[in-house]
Each structure stands twice: as C-alpha cells, then as structure tokens.
C-alpha cells in the first residue's frame, strides 16, 4: 500500500518543536524547483534558507502540498511558495537541531546481509 509523503506531518511537527524549545525555526528550500516562488536575488548555490519564526513572517500555511507565507527581503514584501518535494530541511538556528529531507532517489538502501537476532524488527526502505 502506497502512504503519502511523511514531510508535511515531520515539518509541522518540528516546527512546533523548534518554537515550543523557544528556538528559531529556518527552513532550507530548493530553489531551482520550477514551482518554487522564492526572491532569487537571496538565492545561493540553488538553496534559499528563510526565517520561518511568528515574528519574522505572516500567514504561515504549512499544508500536505506545499509551504507558503508573506515575508519581507531587504524591505519588500514577497510572497513564499514551495512545493512539499522542494523543502531540504528544517532546523533550529540556535542549536542547529532539526531534520533534513532526503529525496526519494536519495533514499538510503535499507541494510542488506546483516546477522540480526531471532524476533527483531525487520525495517525496510519502500519506494
């Protein structure tokens, strides 16, 4: 059975994480995604990493599809789109605690030809 993708729940759930350890939550997006609405003139080696902190931003909407908010670069208002696929990563500033995305091409291949004790879990990588 196919399950939706896990990000949109794990980048909720660490956002209230960062804010509830009162820490400042930044997020990493690609920026190259071609549905990807960012201020490129912020934009470094095709990644763009934003303050996603209540004070720093307005109208924070954190969906299963996509990330999008209203934030203010060098004065001027811009309007932040990005698709779920497109964010890298989620992190504390403080502490630098936080998760990184992996793509699903980049997943890691779950262990192969390992002994393991009689009854222990059995944890694979599904695609």
Request: charged share 25%; hydrophobic share 40%; glycine share 8%.
């Amino acid at each position: 059975m196919a399950m939706t993708s896990s990000v949109p729940y794990l980048l909720r759930a660490l956002y209230d994480w960062i804010l509830d350890n009162r820490c400042t939550p930044y997020v990493v997006i690609n920026a190259l995604d071609g549905d990807t609405s960012v201020p490129q003139d912020f934009v470094k080696d095709g990644q763009i990493v934003l303050n996603i902190s209540p004070s720093a931003i307005r109208d924070l909407q954190m969906g299963d599809e996509s990330i999008q908010f209203s934030g203010r670069f060098a004065g001027i208002r811009h309007e932040i789109h990005a698709p779920m696929h497109a964010v890298m990563a989620i992190y504390a500033n403080e502490n630098g605690q936080g998760m990184w995305f992996p793509k699903a091409e980049d997943a890691p291949e779950p262990p192969s030809g390992k002994k393991r004790k009689k009854g222990s879990p059995d944890l694979k990588v599904i695609k």
